[in-house]
């Protein structure tokens, strides 16, 4: 079932009906001929969705005088919780090997719940969930479609990173407490909960602005380029948040970077490109997210034993790999499998669970 619904959230999310049918790029190469350079994307629209006009309360709260500067970093990472459409953006601004050509930009749109999963005081846990409707070729709206979605979590004064070492490989990285003092980490999980990146950076707040920014740091390729590319191994980049009265915006600055076989940068041409990538996310008052409650609440343990047996790994391993599939399947469709049983109504067996997850995860370790 989750296949049907992979392929659905794929095909919606890539729709734009919130633009019209024009689909347009600031920073685009106008003397391209013809629609060469038209952005990817799906076929498939969305329904209609109202947007927020007013600040959030989250807003409300970040700005509210007196706040020690750990305070109001957390108020602000909290306020990028809710219900939002989402919008993607990324085109590459400048290339640089001889007879460089742009590939085509990439625009997606989606609806998305981000809960807040876990709240410690200094280590706040977002995860995101797809929730989508969409119209079909009979002006039918069909949904809710839920899909889990990445994962981000957030720690103060964190000195033990995990990073992106290229290759699907990822090794330890442990900070002084000195560089660390008063910054927060962003490490980023995929759907099925492994690792993506992990770094460091510091929050900033002035008068009506707030906005993380990170260090330099290594990425594997998302989805929207591993798929259509293997020219190049990393993204190399920064990422900031920005928080908006109505509500967030991330953008990213990367440089696309191939890698030897020994995981350093190629000798000759390592960067071919550099791409600019926006993801806005504006709360939206007319969606019903009710599904991804449900979706939350039935698979919340399953996946939160994932969680649990990733942090052993952690601790057992200062450096790992994970195969990209294992008997033709990429390791989300197992533990997506396992997650559609529980969200139809099976009920979950804690000891049955944990046993799958890591003989799972154990197939796919390297």
Not at 342 to 359: C, K, S, V
């Given at each position: 079932?989750?296949?049907?619904?992979?392929?659905?959230?794929?095909?919606?999310?890539?729709?734009?009906?919130?633009?019209?049918?024009?689909?347009?790029?600031?920073?685009?190469?106008?003397?391209?001929?013809?629609?060469?350079?038209?952005?990817?994307?799906?076929?498939?629209?969305?329904?209609?969705?109202?947007?927020?006009?007013?600040?959030?309360?989250?807003?409300?709260?970040?700005?509210?005088?007196?706040?020690?500067?750990?305070?109001?970093?957390?108020?602000?990472?909290?306020?990028?919780?809710?219900?939002?459409?989402?919008?993607?953006?990324?085109?590459?601004?400048?290339?640089?090997?001889?007879?460089?050509?742009?590939?085509?930009?990439?625009?997606?749109?989606?609806?998305?719940?981000?809960?807040?999963?876990?709240?410690?005081?200094?280590?706040?846990?977002?995860?995101?969930?797809?929730?989508?409707?969409?119209?079909?070729?009979?002006?039918?709206?069909?949904?809710?479609?839920?899909?889990?979605?990445?994962?981000?979590?957030?720690?103060?004064?964190?000195?033990?990173?995990?990073?992106?070492?290229?290759?699907n490989r990822w090794r330890r990285r442990v900070l002084e407490p000195e560089a660390v003092k008063g910054r927060w980490s962003q490490a980023v999980f995929q759907v099925d909960d492994s690792?993506?990146?992990?770094?460091?950076?510091?929050?900033?707040?002035?008068?009506?602005?707030?906005?993380?920014?990170?260090?330099?740091?290594?990425?594997?390729?998302?989805?929207?380029?591993?798929?259509?590319?293997?020219?190049?191994?990393?993204?190399?980049?920064?990422?900031?948040?920005?928080?908006?009265?109505?509500?967030?915006?991330?953008?990213?600055?990367?440089?696309?970077?191939?890698?030897?076989?020994?995981?350093?940068?190629?000798?000759?041409?390592?960067?071919?490109?550099?791409?600019?990538?926006?993801?806005?996310?504006?709360?939206?008052?007319?969606?019903?997210?009710?599904?991804?409650?449900?979706?939350?609440?039935?698979?919340?343990?399953?996946?939160?034993?994932?969680?649990?047996?990733?942090?052993?790994?952690?601790?057992?391993?200062?450096?790992?790999?994970?195969?990209?599939?294992?008997?033709?399947?990429?390791?989300?469709?197992?533990?997506?499998?396992?997650?559609?049983?529980?969200?139809?109504?099976?009920?979950?067996?804690?000891?049955?669970?944990?046993?799958?997850?890591?003989?799972?995860?154990?197939?796919?370790?390297?």
């Amino acid at each position: 079932m989750w296949r049907a619904a992979w392929a659905a959230v794929v095909a919606c999310a890539t729709a734009m009906a919130a633009y019209g049918d024009t689909r347009q790029y600031t920073f685009a190469w106008p003397f391209e001929e013809g629609g060469a350079m038209r952005p990817r994307g799906g076929t498939s629209r969305g329904v209609p969705v109202e947007l927020a006009k007013e600040p959030s309360d989250a807003w409300r709260a970040l700005r509210e005088p007196g706040l020690s500067p750990f305070e109001r970093d957390r108020r602000a990472i909290l306020a990028m919780a809710g219900g939002f459409r989402t919008t993607f953006d990324f085109i590459e601004t400048a290339g640089f090997t001889p007879g460089f050509e742009p590939d085509r930009p990439y625009q997606s749109w989606a609806t998305e719940y981000v809960y807040v999963a876990e709240d410690r005081g200094d280590f706040i846990r977002l995860q995101h969930l797809l929730v989508m409707f969409y119209v079909d070729r009979h002006g039918e709206v069909q949904g809710p479609i839920v899909q889990k979605h990445w994962r981000q979590d957030w720690t103060y004064e964190d000195t033990d990173l995990h990073v992106y070492t290229g290759h699907n490989r990822w090794r330890r990285r442990v900070l002084e407490p000195e560089a660390v003092k008063g910054r927060w980490s962003q490490a980023v999980f995929q759907v099925d909960d492994s690792p993506r990146y992990e770094a460091v950076g510091t929050w900033v707040h002035e008068g009506n602005y707030s906005a993380w920014t990170s260090e330099l740091t290594w990425r594997p390729l998302p989805r929207r380029e591993s798929s259509v590319r293997d020219d190049y191994h990393v993204l190399a980049g920064t990422n900031r948040h920005t928080i908006t009265p109505t509500g967030w915006v991330q953008e990213e600055d990367n440089l696309k970077l191939a890698l030897g076989s020994d995981g350093q940068p190629a000798k000759d041409q390592p960067y071919l490109a550099r791409e600019v990538g926006l993801a806005r996310y504006e709360r939206v008052t007319n969606v019903d997210f009710s599904a991804g409650d449900r979706y939350a609440e039935r698979t919340g343990q399953f996946w939160a034993d994932v969680r649990d047996a990733w942090a052993d790994i952690y601790a057992e391993r200062d450096e790992f790999g994970l195969a990209e599939e294992v008997d033709g399947r990429p390791l989300f469709e197992p533990l997506f499998d396992y997650a559609e049983r529980l969200y139809a109504g099976e009920a979950y067996d804690p000891a049955d669970g944990r046993a799958f997850i890591r003989a799972t995860l154990s197939a796919y370790l390297r």
